[in-house]
């Protein structure tokens, strides 16, 4: 059939019909709101990404209360030592900054899953993601840290821990050492297409852990490659990953379609700092209209397939999705 029996307009006619017909529909249940901890009291808006705070360990409590009474299922939390080394060892400190937090979201008995963030970039004082030796990254030497910092998070309590260096085998390595230490209940979710993006600016702002020199386009992916991010993922997949992950999420739609069609796994995609912080400087200059454009990045996040969306958002898109 076609024009003008069918006219296409027809199902868009009332704001009912298009309701009915809506294809994809968020939840709140699909979203995972990231945490940046740092020791001590107080907390501080990220310059660079207007709303969100780095929280004081001291002052998490009200806020993880506000994001469980919200319905949000998931936190991931990245933290910032107070001191950082050449290998990161506040990450895997049983009194590190990230198991700190844990406890003290645990102490709280709220119903909030907690996601760790697992790599040493935030930790370590050259700010790469693993040990430097000749100003390269040791990937291998990285690997037995990483499974330290695993059953570290796990020790003190954490739900889930999401490797996110792309040092390779480090899926492999920390399920081992999870699985040695008698926990092979806890799953992982693989960061396991990342790319080296310039939508990460932010997040180092908050993160406090851009490179000192150099920079990770060696480790991390390089952005036109999707053939590439698949083949990390079936990687991921063999060495163990329950969740495998793709990051940025808005310029790699097709990376997440794509996966979403080759893999039956769980797909994460984490909208990230550069996302966010492009909507509200557009907002704040009068550019777009905010909420829209917010609603419409996330859902073309899961349209394109991703099953648990990381965003600075989930706490807004609480208030706005039905429950
Ligand atoms: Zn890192």
Not at 86 to 106: H, M
Not at 134 to 162: F, K, P, S, W
């Amino acid at each position: 059939m076609i024009f003008p029996e069918y006219r296409a307009r027809r199902l868009r006619k009332t704001e009912g019909l298009r309701s009915l017909l809506q294809e994809t529909r968020l939840s709140v249940k699909d979203f995972v709101y990231p945490l940046f901890v740092f020791p001590g009291k107080g907390k501080q808006e990220i310059s660079s990404m207007p709303g969100i705070y780095r929280l004081g360990l001291e002052d998490l409590a009200g806020e993880i209360q506000e994001i469980d009474q919200r319905g949000i299922p998931a936190v991931i939390l990245f933290g910032l030592p107070r001191v950082k080394d050449a290998v990161g060892s506040e990450a895997f400190k049983e009194k590190g900054i990230i198991q700190q937090a844990i406890q003290a979201i645990k102490a709280q008995k709220s119903r909030l899953t907690v996601i760790c963030d697992l790599c040493l970039c935030e930790y370590t004082d050259h700010g790469h993601c693993g040990k430097m030796e000749n100003g390269e990254l040791d990937n291998d030497a990285t690997l037995e840290i990483l499974g330290e910092v695993a059953v570290a998070q796990a020790r003190a309590g954490a739900d889930m821990v999401a490797p996110s260096g792309m040092i390779d085998g480090q899926v492999q390595s920390i399920r081992e050492a999870l699985d040695e230490h008698g926990f092979e209940g806890i799953p992982i979710m693989a960061y396991s297409a990342k790319y080296a993006s310039a939508f990460y600016g932010p997040f180092r702002d908050a993160a406090q852990s851009a490179p000192q020199f150099g920079d990770r386009k060696s480790y991390q992916m390089d952005p036109p490659n999707v053939r590439e991010a698949l083949r990390e993922i079936q990687l991921d997949i063999d060495e163990g990953a329950d969740i495998v992950m793709i990051k940025p999420a808005l310029a790699y739609l097709d990376v997440i379609a794509r996966a979403r069609m080759e893999f039956n796994h769980p797909i994460a995609a984490y909208n990230v700092s550069g996302e966010y912080s492009m909507i509200e400087a557009a907002a704040r200059a009068g550019f777009i209209e905010r909420e829209r454009a917010i609603m419409e990045v996330l859902t073309a996040i899961k349209r394109a397939g991703a099953d648990i969306i990381i965003s600075y958002y989930a706490k807004e898109m609480a208030q706005v999705l039905e429950k």
